[in-house]
């Protein structure tokens, strides 16, 4: 019989680890798909259906993630010598070096040529250059090559079970696998890194992953011993080949989109692969809305949004079709109150007592609400810190893809703090933490804002408690309150807007203030009320006091996922504007955009001032009418409008859905209602153009001084509404 059928193919010995490599990355797979669904519980429903769906479209996401991470294993093993040849090994070495750095060299020239990109951009095109470098150095089955493949073996296997670990972590606070969060905070490694080693047992979880690795090595070794008996280059090129071609044809073919052929967003996300969807997020972190979304024609989109944003204040100042900038006109005279806004990490509407909660975790803000105007369907732009901060400074809905915090040019826009600025005020934003993460300082000074973090802490204040996120919140309102106490002795009026971290994980607290448990979300919520309450006590011995508007919002929900890709009940956040010498008690029980809190603030002290906001004052429009809201995804932006949900997708897809307020599920509507449709798409697609044609910009002719409206004959402060007051009845009570 001839030696070729009777001999192992060299080929197949050759390439025997990748096939290893492939078997344990399915099998990880595998389990963290399992052990994901167990956690999730009732939110996949015992449907065998369901079950088919997740493994079946899983496993093919697993093969397609399994080619893009098997590149390493398949460059090793197709550069790595056979045999020593006829030139020494260095010798061999210093040549293939040469041709690496050649070919390297050429495509960030070609980078450079073709899109400008400089080395700070291109820096990674140099990774592959450095991993292959080495790998000429040493034949594949000498006893150099075989240590090599098996500790390379090990790191492989080790970063599988590192990410299935994270895979793990990551849904349990985001109840999803990896996405545009994971790669945002992958940015800011010092606070993620930090919050993972004070939230885990990170030095233990990684003793136990090397040990599992180790021991599957050692019971495996024998499927990846590094045997050889003659491949050719060229035989192992056509492989290599064949490889290239199947990850540019998964790359061209497949996208993370088409997992989600499910009415249920648990089942479409564990029919993914962590990996693929990481780096799928990746790619999209910057969309284009008119390559990616369901556009109108310009001129219809902002005929559209003018439209909207026409109320009885507010007159536009100019009849071009795409200047949305308006006069808002106020009865006089206008009140310079200070204000104090708080957004609070992660406060969802859920904890209230308001909202139905009885597990007593906000008893002082409850209590806050009833002495104060209350909005009760209130709700957020998106599920990030920096989408709430967005709508709070420059009132405009969600774009999609990365928040306008973190996007290049977004210098000079038109912003709450220049409009206070401009009416005489000091504005500053006050963090607990370093304000570079979430690229939050250089936003907030390049807009009007001064940036105060926690390294304004002067060294002679107490710190009672801090974490890697920050120091906790009563000692940010003490710094708040020095920065207060700073602008008032000048005499002048302040706006602070105040961003909290303690309720965010790792929920560390100082102790002895609340009966909450440390490190656990509920003992946090009870902290962050404990520490707003110690704030308004302390803030009543102040002399302004009484002049000091108080608005206490949250940046977003503490959840996000829900069976529904926009459950509307984990945007659900609390409103209070608390000034008891200024406004009396009110529930107003008005569906409103977090984008709409400045421009209502500015009603309520009769603020005259040109506008480019895209929210508006509630207070100025009759009960039901245009009230929305905007909750959206990175991907996904919602419009919610009455009882229907408007879902724009990429791909130019247009959902309609009837949701559930009090779960968040939805159900599809029988008919479209297309108004709704364009009112969605107009708002979007506006609010992109305009911050990416330079309109979003503050103008100098906004500071134009506005006329206000005649004083009314009475100015009584608001008047009480009870709080089982229906939503005509209390939202029809007149403001000052």
């Known amino acids: 019989m001839s030696r070729s059928f009777t001999s192992p193919n060299p080929l197949r010995q050759r390439f025997r680890p990748l096939v290893w490599l492939g078997v344990c990355f399915l099998v990880i797979s595998f389990l963290t798909r399992l052990v994901l669904l167990i956690k999730t519980g009732s939110g996949v429903p015992a449907n065998p259906l369901y079950w088919l769906y997740i493994f079946g479209v899983g496993l093919g996401y697993d093969l397609i993630a399994f080619v893009y991470f098997a590149w390493p294993m398949v460059l090793f093993l197709w550069l790595v010598p056979t045999k020593p040849g006829r030139l020494p090994g260095w010798l061999r070495w210093l040549a293939v070096a040469v041709v690496l750095c050649a070919i390297c060299g050429a495509v960030l020239l070609a980078l450079h040529v073709a899109y400008h990109a400089t080395l700070k951009v291109t820096w990674p095109v140099l990774i592959p250059l450095l991993f292959m470098l080495p790998l000429t150095a040493f034949t594949y089955t000498s006893r150099t090559g075989r240590v090599v493949l098996y500790g390379f073996c090990t790191l492989l296997m080790f970063g599988l079970l590192f990410i299935a670990a994270s895979e793990w972590t990551f849904w349990n606070e985001f109840s999803a696998r990896f996405n545009f969060i994971a790669v945002d905070y992958l940015v800011y490694t010092r606070e993620v890194v930090g919050n993972i080693e004070e939230s885990y047992p990170v ?20 499927s990846v011993r590094a045997q050889d008996d003659g491949s050719t280059f060229a035989g192992r090129t056509g492989i290599v080949l064949g490889w290239l071609v199947a990850t540019v044809a998964t790359a061209y073919f497949v996208n993370a989109n088409m997992r989600n052929q499910t009415a249920n967003r648990y089942v479409n996300d564990l029919g993914g692969n962590g990996i693929y969807q990481f780096f799928a997020a990746f790619r999209a972190d910057q969309l284009n809305f008119d390559q990616f979304y369901k556009t109108l024609p310009d001129d219809q989109a902002y005929a559209t949004v003018r439209k909207m944003l026409k109320t009885p204040d507010a007159t536009y100042v100019s009849n071009d079709p795409h200047n949305l900038t308006r006069a808002i006109r106020n009865p006089g005279p206008e009140k310079h109150l200070n204000v104090v806004l708080i957004s609070v990490e992660s406060l969802s509407g859920q904890y209230l007592a308001h909202f139905g909660s009885t597990k007593h975790l906000t008893p002082h803000l409850d209590k806050l609400a009833d002495q104060s105007i209350f909005f009760t369907r209130m709700y957020a732009n998106g599920t990030r810190t920096v989408r709430g901060l967005e709508a709070l400074s420059l009132s405009v809905p969600p774009t999609p893809g990365d928040s306008l915090i973190k996007q290049k040019h977004n210098q ?26 979430d690229n939050m300082n250089p936003f907030f000074a390049a807009n009007g804002y001064r940036a105060v973090d926690r390294r304004d802490i002067p060294s002679s204040m107490k710190i009672h408690s801090e974490n890697v996120w920050g120091v906790s919140d009563e000692d940010l309102f003490s710094l708040a309150m020095l920065q207060m106490d700073k602008i008032h002795a000048k005499g002048k009026p302040f706006f602070l807007h105040i961003m909290t971290t303690s309720n965010h994980r790792p929920y560390t607290f100082p102790t002895g203030r609340v009966k909450g448990k440390q490190k656990t979300r509920f003992g946090a919520i009870r902290y962050t009320d404990w520490a707003i309450n110690d704030f308004i006590q302390r803030m009543r011995k102040k002399p302004y006091f009484d002049n000091t508007v108080f608005v206490i919002t949250a940046d977003h929900c503490a959840h996000s996922a829900g069976s529904a890709e926009i459950p509307v009940n984990h945007y659900h956040i609390p409103l209070i504007i608390y000034a008891p010498a200024q406004f009396k008690p009110q529930v107003v029980n008005r569906m409103m955009a977090q984008m709409d809190i400045p421009p209502t603030l500015l009603g309520l002290l009769h603020f005259s001032y040109r506008s480019r906001f895209f929210g508006y004052d509630v207070f100025k429009l009759a009960p039901g009418e245009r009230e929305r809201a905007f909750p959206s995804t990175y991907q996904r932006l919602g419009y919610l409008k009455g009882d229907m949900l408007t879902i724009l997708s990429p791909r130019r897809e247009v959902e309609q859905v009837t949701p559930n307020f009090a779960n968040g599920d939805v159900t599809p509507v029988k008919s479209v209602d297309t108004q709704e449709v364009d009112e969605a798409i107009a708002s979007y697609q506006v609010a992109y153009d305009t911050f990416h044609n330079g309109q979003m910009k503050w103008r100098a002719s906004d500071a134009t001084p506005v006329a206000p409206l005649p004083a009314p ?18 939202a029809s009570v007149s403001v000052p």
């Open 412 to 437: 000079g826009l038109f912003s709450l703090a220049d409009i206070f600025n401009q009416h005489g005020y000091e504005s500053e934003f006050v963090y607990g933490g370093y304000g570079e993460f």
């Open 713 to 730: 004959a009475s100015s009584a402060a608001i008047p009480a509404a009870s709080s089982s007051a229906s939503p005509a009845t209390a």
């Open 203 to 222: 030095g233990l979880w990684l003793t136990i992953i090397g040990l599992i690795a180790l021991t599957v090595m050692f019971l495996s070794r024998r």
